[in-house]
Structures are given as structure tokens and as C-alpha cells.
């Protein structure tokens, strides 16, 4: 017997969302499947991630689990990527948490979606050094989820009450440990005045996600500190979402820790003019790029 699950593409922070907001896109998505074998270890099959179980991210939080729970069983992982890696699209919470859904189906372990974030997190050690459990949480429920806590791990799946058009401005550049950098360099403390403006921002944009309020989702979609920490990384940022506000599109933001820019567009927003500006500004920093329109991912199959 064999079990697979697909866990699609996210972005996680949304603006000031740093580490507890994240939204699953229908545009990648990963299969990874899951059978016995003869030996009692874990086995990695997968043409573009690496092999060492332990270095990988849905090897790593298969071995936890087994670890955890005394599973003495010998899996073979295979892993079709299908989400680019290093690219701010969750690609890495993607692999961990369709393995992650995998062994719960194969092995009959009755885990709930929380504890499943738990897992699948615990496998972006591999990737970046830190467990956080933003993408994942997309990669086990769909939708728009927030982290309420990190310890016992819990997620809130928030409603959305607007129809989005998602447009994903991918640059076409990767850098090496770009997400262990990323987070490097966010400042480790806070004003008070900033900690005041970013709850009131994260409070506006899920008002707004909730109602359908294209205003609200506008106004609290900006984040002044993690962003701003790593625009050097994508300077072309600030360029593109003046611009694409400019066109009328709801907002945007940095997928992640980037370089991919998502924008939320919907039947108001001057679409192949917003593209054109896209061009330019891509143009004038020399950078490639491709885009991918997409839609909000609800379910999981
Ligand atoms: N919240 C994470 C970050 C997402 O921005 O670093 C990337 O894994």
C-alpha cells in the first residue's frame, strides 16, 4: 500500500503578518508519496532535494514523528516537486507537510490537523535553520490560516469574504540560504509605537479579509518592519507595489521572505495596465521575472 497527498504553494506574512499568517495558492504544488520498505529506516527518493533524510524537510519531520511515537517501520519518501525552491513560495513547508499527511494516512497515526503542523514545521530546520510553522499551517489546512500559538501549536483557518484574482510576480533569482538570511537580518526588537501600529495594521487587513472590505485589506496590508528590514534584497519591491496600487489593485506584499511579490487584484483593478508597469519596473532593475495568476487554494485533496 501507498498513500500520496499534494500540499500546494503559499505565502506566508502577508504584509505584518511575520511568522503567523500565511495564504495557499492553487499555483505549484508538490506530490510526495509514502510506502514500506524492508529496512527499518527512512528512504528519500527525489531528483531536486536532498537525499539525507535529516537534511531534507519532509525527511525530517517523518523522522520526528517516528521518533516521538516509536515507529520502528522502514518508509520510502518520493518527492515530484512542483513548487520552486528558494523562491518565497513555501516550497519546503510544501514537501514536509504532504509527507507529513502521507504517513498519518499510511500508518494510521489519527493525528489532527494541529499536531500535523507541529510536524511539518519541525522539517524547516532543514531548510532554514528555524521551525516556524506559517507555510506549513497552509500546507495542512488551505486557505488563509494564523498561527494563534506556537506552543502547543494552534491555527485558526480565517474566512475570506472576497473574490481575489492572486497575481504572482515571480523574480527570477535565487539566492543560497536565502530564507536563513532573510531572517537574519529582521530586527530582533521592537518600539512600542511600532509593536501599536503593525497589531493595528494585522487587525484592519483580517477585518477586511473577513467583511470583504477591499479598503481595510488596503490600509493594513504594510508591513514597516520585516519588509523594510529586507527590501535591499528586492529593491525592486517598493516600485512594484506603488505602482500596482496605482493600477487599483487591493494591495501587495512579499511572499514570504521573497524575492516572489503576490498581488491581490479583483475586478476593479486595471489589470494589463498593472502588467505593463510590471514590465517596466522589472526592466529597469534588470531582473527576469514570470508571472502566474492564480486562485486561492480552499481545500486539500
Ligand atoms: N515567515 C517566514 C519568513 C516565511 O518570512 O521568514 C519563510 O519561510
Redesign the pocket.
Known amino acids: 500500500m501507498e498513500v500520496t497527498k499534494k500540499s500546494y504553494s503559499s505565502s506566508?506574512?502577508l504584509g505584518p503578518?511575520?511568522?503567523?499568517l500565511?495564504l495557499g495558492h492553487k499555483a505549484f504544488f508538490d506530490s510526495v508519496t509514502v510506502k514500506h520498505n524492508n529496512s527499518n529506516g527512512v528512504k528519500i527518493i527525489s531528483n531536486s532535494t536532498p537525499e539525507e533524510p535529516d537534511k531534507n524537510t519532509a525527511g525530517l519531520s517523518i523522522l520526528k514523528i517516528m521518533e516521538d511515537k516509536g515507529i520502528k517501520t522502514g518508509l520510502d519518501i518520493t518527492i515530484k516537486k512542483g513548487v520552486p525552491i528558494g523562491l518565497?513560495l513555501?516550497s519546503?513547508?510544501a514537501s514536509s507537510s504532504a509527507a507529513v499527511r502521507s504517513v498519518n494516512e499510511l500508518l494510521d497515526l489519527g493525528m489532527g490537523k494541529d499536531e500535523m503542523v507541529y510536524y511539518s514545521m519541525y522539517g524547516?530546520i532543514a531548510?532554514?535553520g528555524?521551525a516556524?510553522p506559517?507555510?506549513v499551517s497552509s500546507g495542512i489546512y488551505g486557505g488563509l490560516t494564523l498561527i494563534s500559538s506556537t506552543s502547543p501549536v494552534k491555527v485558526k483557518k480565517i474566512d475570506i469574504n472576497y473574490n481575489f484574482n492572486l497575481v504572482l510576480v515571480i523574480p527570477d533569482i535565487s539566492m543560497k540560504n536565502k530564507?536563513r538570511y532573510?531572517?537574519s537580518i529582521?530586527p530582533q526588537s521592537i518600539k512600542m509605537e511600532e509593536h501599536i501600529v503593525h497589531t493595528s495594521r494585522i487587525s484592519t487587513m483580517l477585518y477586511g479579509f473577513m467583511k470583504g472590505d477591499r479598503d481595510a485589506i488596503r490600509e493594513g496590508m504594510n508591513d514597516d518592519i520585516?519588509e523594510r528590514s529586507?527590501e535591499a534584497m528586492f529593491p525592486f519591491y517598493r516600485d512594484i507595489k506603488e505602482k500596482v496600487i496605482n493600477r487599483n489593485a487591493v494591495s501587495a506584499c512579499?511572499s514570504?521572505?521573497?524575492p516572489t511579490m503576490l498581488i491581490f487584484a479583483d475586478d476593479k483593478t486595471r489589470k494589463d495596465e498593472m502588467l505593463g508597469d510590471i514590465k517596466n519596473v522589472m526592466g529597469s532593475y534588470n531582473t527576469d521575472y514570470s508571472i502566474r495568476e492564480t486562485g486561492i487554494l480552499e481545500g486539500l485533496d
Open positions: 506566508a506574512n503578518g511575520y511568522d503567523i500565511s518565497g513555501g519546503s513547508g524547516e531548510a532554514c528555524s516556524h506559517d507555510n530564507t532573510a531572517r529582521v520585516v529586507r512579499i514570504g521572505a521573497g
